[in-house]
Nanobody
């Protein structure tokens, strides 16, 4: 089992930077990918960005050039640096961990990010 704990969400104004963190504990032996998904009200969760253990990244088109995902394998922690956030980025952000890309297995509890205009 893997446990994921997110932090760093909150209320920011459009254009202000925000950084989310996610720390993983437990058996990480079979975990290759970690990443961030987000969920808008009434919608399914969607990928924001993910990163493999060797640093391969994937971003949603809507955040490319604005958000950066970073991974510290020594701490089993990932970060999402959100630069130039927009009101349409307002959502609950979930950390995930998995062995395979596009197959989230473990989820964090979620953290609310609200971007005001």
């Amino acid at each position: 089992q893997v446990q994921l704990v997110e932090s760093g969400g909150g209320l920011v104004q459009a254009g202000e930077s925000l950084r989310l963190s996610c720390a993983a504990t437990g058996n990480m032996r079979w975990i290759d990918f970690m990443g961030w998904y987000r969920q808008f009200p009434g919608m399914q969760r969607e990928l924001v960005a993910d990163i493999s253990a060797n640093g391969n990244t994937l971003y949603a088109d809507t955040v490319k050039g604005r958000f950066t995902i970073v991974r510290d394998n020594s701490k089993n922690t990932i970060y999402l640096q959100m630069n130039s956030p927009k009101p349409e980025d307002t959502a609950v952000y979930y950390c995930m961990a998995s062995r395979w890309r596009d197959s989230p297995t473990y989820w964090g509890q979620g953290t609310q990010v609200t971007v005001s205009s």
